[in-house]
């Protein structure tokens, strides 16, 4: 008979060797998991904030050079006397919607008219001079445009703003500047909020370092000075390169990445991105881990007692059969025998039954089941396999089709390469909708680029290729129009829908906007970069090769015209 106080002493010591050996591998596995976690995380936090801060500087860089390309154009063609310029202002606002005003200031720094226009009695007043502005005193004496520090309005409005200004030079004498003021918010707080949304916090500096632009989580404000050494940039840093560190004391006391990049027109772009956010997730994935421990550990210790209990019951009940069988005792099937002790009894009834065929006649049985499980068991693995190999199966073929789509992009200028130009060519080629339409190619090469690389490095020429690339996606005409890199420094532009007339008007577009990008080039032409742009149009899409042959051929007619042009 079972002693009740030893019932469940194996049981009991069964179930902590199972938890013992299922829980202590599975917390040291989660730690290391955990950790490993966190520091990818980290990592990876800081490749973006710099990536980000890259790309976001070159934007703003952008969109400022964008608009005082029109600046600089109507100051240099405009033939008017300055106090008549009043209409130009408002087709120049029209034009660039985030210009809030415009300003035209004679060669003494008053204001001569404006875009809106002032209060009446304002010009002409001591209050309409600007003489003490950079935007003015700037542009007025190095003759070049320029992208004023941060100010607030005092001619037309006191909102916070940044100024883009062109001298307005005639017969070699300083007529005036054109000025525009640009809304801070119109270009930065859009930027911000998206951060935010992404946890960073933007700052953005003038080249005193005083703020233009900071996201709320920020203590600063417009035109605070920041003298802070981890938010600010040495002025001869490269441009749109940012500069990543990880620091451990930030503005608010937290850890977390600061990166800085300076824009070419010496203003600086800073991220802060804290680590806290990881750490939140990193929490919560501990609490999660604990919680699945948690349910592990229960489902252990049902599962060890229903399976023991099962046994015991089980081993108890046949051993006492046994027994009765070997002393020839009427068998009762409806009998519950009492619990037995938990190796006694198997050992008597080893002793009785010893030598009996009916031992191994159970034996055999107890095998077979065992066999029949460990079958069923083999087929859930194998099942179990099939499945995964599909999962697996499914996965390449998803990473074939991303590798496919990354195979057609040229990695360094982000333009297709040439796999991916010949690729578009065919669905141009194949598509019937476009069986009739007319199409238009440019084939362009920058000029004197092997000197480029030669004089600045590679690197540099690397930035030079982007930024050119940069400004020839800002010419096209939509998704409709195909960029793609086919050689080291020479590019292809497919153009739908579109004849000789207007290819001319894209290609001139693209060479003008280069040249305007003002990129230095000590051996190109006028000490800037240029490009060179041959032109072909045809009318439908048939003979491909053909029409960039002929835009092929036109490129080296305007290589020895004199390069920096195009021709057709």
């Not at 003021?181 to 119109?186: A, G, R």
């Amino acid at each position: 008979m079972a002693h009740p106080a030893r019932q469940w002493t194996l049981r009991r010591r069964f179930t902590r060797l199972l938890l013992f050996a299922a829980l202590i591998p599975a917390l040291l596995f989660s730690a290391v998991m955990l950790w490993q976690q966190y520091r990818a995380s980290r990592t990876s936090l800081g490749e973006r904030v710099g990536l980000s801060a890259s790309l976001t500087s070159t934007s703003i860089d952008d969109f400022m050079r964008s608009r005082l390309a029109g600046l600089t154009l109507l100051a240099s063609t405009r033939d008017a006397p300055l106090a008549d310029w009043s209409p130009d202002l408002d087709r120049l606002r029209q034009a660039y919607p985030g210009l809030t005003s415009a300003l035209v200031v004679d060669a003494t720094g008053h204001v001569v008219a404006a875009s809106p226009a002032p209060p009446p009695g304002v010009l002409g007043t001591p209050a309409s001079r600007v003489d003490d502005r950079d935007y003015f005193t700037v542009p007025a004496r190095t003759r070049k445009p320029h992208v004023s520090d941060a100010f607030r309005g005092r001619v037309v409005g006191n909102t916070p703003l940044v100024a883009i200004s062109a001298p307005i030079v005639r017969n070699d004498e300083l007529v005036g500047v054109l000025e525009a003021s640009i809304n801070v918010e119109s270009f930065a707080r859009q930027r911000g909020e998206a951060f935010r949304m992404n946890g960073y916090e933007m700052l953005l500096l003038d080249r005193g370092n005083h703020v233009i632009h900071a996201t709320g989580g920020l203590p600063y404000g417009f035109m605070d000075a920041v003298s802070d050494p981890r938010l600010t940039i040495e002025a001869d840093a490269p441009s749109n390169t940012a500069r990543t560190r990880f620091e451990h004391d930030m503005l608010d006391g937290s850890a977390g990445y600061v990166a800085r990049a300076r824009m070419s027109s010496g203003w600086t772009l800073v991220l802060v991105a804290p680590v806290r956010n990881l750490l939140l997730s990193v929490g919560r994935n501990t609490l999660v881990l604990l919680a699945l421990l948690m349910l592990v550990s229960l489902g252990v210790l049902a599962a060890t007692w229903l399976q023991l209990r099962d046994l015991a019951q089980g081993t108890g009940h046949l051993l006492d059969t046994l027994r009765k069988f070997a002393l020839g005792d009427p068998l009762d099937t409806g009998e519950q025998a009492p619990m037995p002790r938990e190796l006694q009894p198997v050992a008597s009834a080893i002793r009785d039954m010893s030598g009996r065929l009916n031992t191994a006649y159970g034996e055999l049985s107890n095998a077979l089941i065992t066999q029949r499980d460990l079958a069923a068991s083999l087929q859930r693995v194998v099942d179990d396999r099939d499945q995964e190999i599909a999962d697996r199966t499914a996965e390449l073929r998803n990473a074939v089709d991303e590798l496919e789509k990354l195979a057609s992009i040229d990695a360094l200028t982000g333009a297709l390469n040439v796999r991916g130009f010949r690729r578009d060519i065919g669905a141009l080629v194949e598509d019937p909708e476009c069986e009739d339409m007319s199409v238009g190619a440019l084939i362009i090469d920058i000029d004197h680029f092997k000197a480029y690389n030669d004089r600045y490095g590679h690197p540099a020429g690397d930035t030079a290729l982007r930024r050119v690339v940069g400004a020839m996606q800002s010419c096209m005409r939509g998704a409709s129009d195909t960029l793609a890199r086919v050689g080291g420094e020479e590019f292809a532009i497919l153009l739908r829908d579109a004849d000789i007339a207007l290819a001319i008007e894209v290609a001139q577009r693209i060479c003008d906007t280069v040249r305007d990008a003002r990129i230095p080039h000590a051996d190109g032409i006028d000490g800037v970069i240029t490009i060179s742009i041959g032109i072909a149009a045809q009318p439908s899409p048939e003979l491909m090769d053909h029409l960039l042959s002929q835009a092929d051929e036109a490129l080296y007619r305007a290589k020895r015209a004199g390069r920096g042009r195009i021709s057709r």
